[in-house]
């Protein structure tokens, strides 16, 4: 009976080392790992999608160049420092510029929006040249990479991968198949997850991020119990109850 017992404890011991030591060194930790063979599908098989273009909203902020006209504008030609200020778009969408005044800018996209201001200023200004960006553009990176945070992109999109290595890239304890990214209104997101490790999973989803995007890496929650309560403290543990056991079934 004591054997029996005893043999039963040493399987629980061993099935809880195995299954921890499995956890901790699957591939999916590992990028590409999956499906890196069998994948055949190829750009050109995708549907085709219309290109990104960037529309004006609330809270943005404006760096507008007049090329004749520096007097009007938010930057100089040539000037290395960047435009941290611009103009505001404020809550109801409009923006205030000089001599035109409050105008409606929510809801353009960037290059019909210059051309938009260029029209009203044409009553003021002969021929006016402008160039007009959205210079708060930008991406939250959360959860489990080295340095979380804020990534501007002045482009208008950016690549996945691109973002994830401008916060220092995935930490230890961050899941390589756990990406989440949520794009859209806070109060109705669409929600979408990549599992970095699976190439028909990074092939399926668009990779391209746009602004105000938020990505949120999540942690493997195999190697943060590793770390809290390691392997060799468990066998200890585990195998100190067992011969603690063993001792009061001999009494």
Excluded at 50 to 62: F, G, H, I
Aim: aromatic residues 8%; neutral net charge.
């Amino acid at each position: 009976m004591k054997n029996t017992y005893s043999s039963v404890i040493a399987f629980v011991v061993l099935f809880a080392l195995v299954g921890l030591m499995d956890g901790c060194s699957r591939s999916d930790y590992v990028l590409f790992a999956k499906n890196y063979d069998k994948q055949k599908r190829q750009h050109e098989d995708r549907n085709a999608t219309e290109p990104y273009r960037y529309k004006v909203r609330v809270n943005d902020r404006l760096s507008i160049l007049f090329y004749d006209h520096p007097e009007l504008s938010t930057r100089s030609i040539g000037d290395l420092n960047k435009d941290v200020y611009g103009i505001l778009v404020d809550s109801q969408g409009y923006a205030k510029f000089p001599i035109i005044g409050s105008t409606k800018v929510a809801g353009y996209y960037e290059e019909d929006l210059a051309k938009h201001i260029e029209k009203l200023y044409s009553e003021y200004i002969i021929n006016p040249k402008i160039n007009l960006n959205v210079i708060n553009k930008r991406i939250v990176v959360l959860g489990e990479v080295k340095n979380p945070g804020v990534v501007e992109i002045t482009n208008e999109t950016m690549n996945l991968f691109e973002v994830i290595a401008k916060r220092g890239g995935i930490s230890k304890i961050g899941k390589r198949n756990g990406v989440v990214i949520l794009r859209g209104d806070m109060k109705n997101p669409e929600v979408s997850m990549v599992d970095l490790t699976d190439m028909r999973s990074i092939l399926q989803h668009n990779m391209m991020l746009e602004p105000n995007d938020i990505v949120y890496i999540v942690p493997n929650l195999n190697i943060v119990i590793e770390q809290a309560l390691p392997a060799t403290q468990i066998f200890n543990s585990l195998t100190s109850s067992a011969v603690n056991m063993k001792i009061l079934t001999n009494f």
